[in-house]
């Protein structure tokens, strides 16, 4: 369900960032990511935790962002949980307001808000399938030092 923190660098895409100021592509997009698409229509909290945790820059993980958006939608109220993380993501990047305010996108069109937001994160150089460490690993970001293989003493 979250990420697999699957490190090929071999899979990060190579292309220069979109400039900041607009999306990539639009809200009514969903099909130019057809699997993203497939995974928001049966499982919108998955989506929405693998966003979550990237925007958040792993400071929220995939299971709790995902386990909250469930409880959430038992009471019909997710979409005050999911447009703060449309915020955030539109403050990260400069985007828009657009077509409408993130709370009136998500109340109306949340499988649709949810695609536009993943495809934006992969546009951006991001894959949320993969969590935030990894994309830190793959960008070359924080790194741990190797650990010593134990040797055999006497």
Known sequence: MCPNNNTNPESAPHAPSPPLGQWTTGLCGCFEDPSSCWVTCCCPFITF??????????????????????????????????????????????????????CCVHSFCTACALCQEYRELKNRGLDPSIGWVANEKMKGGTTAPPIPAPSMTR
């Not at 709790?64 to 955030?88: D, E, P, Q």
């Open 49 to 102: 935790g693998r966003i979550a945790e990237v925007v958040d820059q792993g400071g929220t993980s995939c299971f709790s962002a995902a386990r909250n958006y469930m409880l959430l939608a038992h009471i019909g109220a997710v979409f005050l949980y999911t447009c703060t993380y449309r915020t955030k993501l539109r403050g990260l990047y400069k985007l828009p307001a657009e077509p409408c305010g993130d």
